[in-house]
C-alpha cells in the first residue's frame, strides 16, 4: 500500500467534467489500495480572471491582498474535487495549503515553504480519506495568507511528498513526459523513461517547458523522485530522480531549443576593472534576466576596448536597449547592436561529465549543415550555442539524429 | 472617535466599480475620524455559481465541501474592497471570517457563531487599519471552515460589533430603511426612524423582507443597536434598538402582507388526542414550515370530527398536498382542501400590549372595505389575518389609512 502525492494542474481540472476525470482517476488508484494526496490547481483561466478583476481595481495591488484573493482560485477546485470524488464513492476532504500545515516565509505573491506540519494529512489518510490540498498557498506563522507564485503547485506536491516521505510524487500534466526535443520541432523525438535531476534543470533553463526549476530544485534539495505524466491518458510517464551510474552511458538525453532569445552586443568598451560589473548590476536592477555572457579579448594597448554580448529574452530586448543607452556616456562604449533572429540550441546529458569530444561533435554537426555559431556555453552537462533563428529547428533535428536518436 | 461596523451586501459589492463606491463611503467616515470594520458578502451573483458549479459535480454535495467551496466568494470580496481602499489612499487589511476569531459550531452550511476573539482586529484597528471582514463565515475550534447560512453577513456584522462593543453597526442595503408598509404597495408608506428589535421580528417573520429573523434576535439578545440603511444615497436609515416607553405611544408600527401563503384544510379529521400531532410531525419531518395553525370546534357527539386548517409558503403547497394525502388512511379524514389565492396582513406595533381595541378596528376596517377574514392569528404585539390574494393589496392600503398615517 504505497503513499502516493498527485498533483493536476488548471488545464486538467479546467471544467466540472474534467475535474470529474481527475475523481475517476484518483478512484482507480485508491482501488489498488493506495493512499493518495491530491493537489489540485486553480481551475484555468480562474487566477486569469481574478487578476482582472483586481486591475479594475487599482493598477498594483497591494501583495497581500493579491495573495488572500488568488488563493480563492485553489480553494474552489480543492472543494469542488473533493465532491466529485464523494459522488463516486471515495471518502474525500479537503484541505486549503494552511490547513494542510503548509508554513511559508512572508514574502507574499512568491512565497519560500519553509516547513510543512502535515498532522490534518496524516490523520485524514489514517482515517481512510483522499486529502485534497490547494496548491500555490500557505500561511505565514502569523496565520497570514501566502501565495508561491509561478509553478507553486508542483512546488506543493513535491515538498508534501518530501514531508509526507511518500513512495511516489505524480505530477500529472498536458504532456506525456519529458521528451528527447520538442516533437513539434523534432518528430522522431521520444519520450524518456528516466532523467536525473539536473538534466531536467538544464532543459528547463533552455527553454525545455515542462516544469519551473524551483521545483526541480526543491525536489533534488529533499531527493523526491517524482514522474511527469499526462492526465489525459494512462501512457507512463518519465521518472525523475538523483541521477545513477547507468544514466552516464547516455552522452545527450535532450537537446532543447530556445527561440525567445535576443542579444545585445557592446562595441568596444573600456576594457578595465568594474566595466562589466557596472552593467549587469544595472540590468538587474532593471529586474532582465540576462542569460549567456561572452567577452572577447581586448583591442588596442594605449588604451583597451573589449566586445561584450550578452542574450536576455525576447521581450526584454527594447527596455534593455534603453537601460544600455542610459550608460553610454557614462562607460564610453562605442555603440550597442541587438539582434533578435537568433536561437539558442542546447544539449543536455550527465554523460558528458565523462565523455569527451562532444563539444567537437556538435561543432561539426552543425558545420556539416552550414550553419554558423555565433556564441558558445557550456556547463558541466550542457553546451549551449546561439544560431541563426531561421536555422533553429533544422539544427536542432540534425542535433537529435547526431547524439539521441 | 467611534468605532463603527459596517456592512454591505451582495449588490452594494456586485462589480468593481461598486465596490469603489463602497470605499469612497468607508474614506469618508474614517475622514470624520472614525475607527471602521466592515463586513461584506459575496459579489451578486457569486455564490449562485458557486453552488451551479457544485451541482454540475454531484446534485448533494457534502456541506463541509460546500463551506470551503462558498466561503471563497466573501475571501475574493475582502481582498477586492481592501485594494480599492488602499487605492484611495486608506489603509486597510482584509481578514477571513477564521482571521477575524470567529468561532462557530460545527454545523456546517447553517453554524451559529460561538464566540468571537477580535485580537487580529482590534490590533490592526489599533494600527489605524480599517479592517475588511469575510461576512457569512467562520471556523470550528478544529479549524474547519464553515458558513452561517441565509443572511450570515448581517449576522457577522451584529456580532462583530457586539464582540468590539462597537458604538454603531449600519447594515447597509438597497433599501432606504423599515417602512411603515411596503411602498409599492402602499404608496404613502413611509421610513421608519426607529423601530424596536420585537417589531422587526414580527415585521420580518410576517414577510418584510429586511432582514433574516436571527441577525435581529441576536442583536435583541446582545443588544446591539444598528441601522438598516442604503448603500445607494447617504439617508439616514431606520435604528433597530430595545423598545422605549415613548415607542408604545405607537400603536401599529407597520403593516405586512405576504402574498406567498397557501392554506390547506383537513376536513373532517376525528377529533382525539394525538391527531394534531401526527400531522405536523410528518409535515416537520418533510420539512415543510407551518405559519398559522387554526382549529375548529368540533362536531358530532359519537364519532367527533374537526376541521383543522394550517397555512404555508406557496412553493411547498404540492409536497404538503403529497404528505397529507398519505396520511389519509391513516388519520381517517375526510379530504384536503388546498387554498393558494390566499394573502396575509399583519399589523405590527410594542403599543399594542398597552392599548385595547386594536383587532376590533383592524377587523372593522375590512369589512368597511368588504373583505373577509379567513383565519386569524394574534401575538403581543402583532394580528394577523387571511384573507382573499385578491384584496390583498387594498386591505393593505386600508390598514396603513387606519392605523399608520
Known sequence: MALIVQKYGGTSVGNPERIKNVAARVAQYRAQGDRLVVVVSAMSGVTDNLIKLAKEIMPLPAEREMDMLLATGEQTTIALT???LQAIGVPAVSLTGAQAGIVTDRVHTKAKIQNITPRQVHALLDNGQVVIVAGFQGQTQEGQITTLG???????AIALAAALKADLCQIFTDVDGVYTADPRVVPNARKLEE???????????????????RSVEFAKKFGVVFEVRSSLNDNPGTIVKEETKSMEGVVVRGVSLD???????VVAA?????????????????????????QNVSHGAAKPTTDLSF?????????????????????????????????KLSIVGVGMRSHSGVAAKMFETLAAQDINIDMISTSEIKIS???????GEQAARAMHDAFVS
Chains 1, 2 share one sequence.
Open 82 to 84: 473533493a465532491m466529485a
Open 150 to 156: 509561478r509553478g507553486g503547485s508542483d512546488l506543493t
Open 195 to 213: 532523467v536525473a535531476y539536473d538534466e531536467l534543470l538544464e532543459l528547463a533553463g533552455a527553454g525545455a517547458k515542462v516544469m519551473q526549476l
Open 259 to 265: 527561440k525567445n532569445q535576443a542579444k545585445i552586443t
Open 270 to 294: 573600456p576594457d578595465r576593472p568594474g566595466i562589466s560589473a557596472r552593467i549587469f548590476k544595472v540590468l538587474s536592477e532593471a529586474a532582465i534576466n540576462v542569460d549567456m555572457i561572452v
Open 311 to 343: 542574450t536576455l529574452d525576447k521581450p526584454d530586448l527594447l527596455k534593455a536597449q534603453k537601460v544600455m543607452d542610459g550608460l553610454k556616456t557614462e562607460i564610453g562604449f562605442k555603440a550597442i547592436i541587438a539582434n533578435e533572429n537568433l536561437a
Open 385 to 391: 550555442v546561439v544560431i541563426d533563428l531561421a536555422k
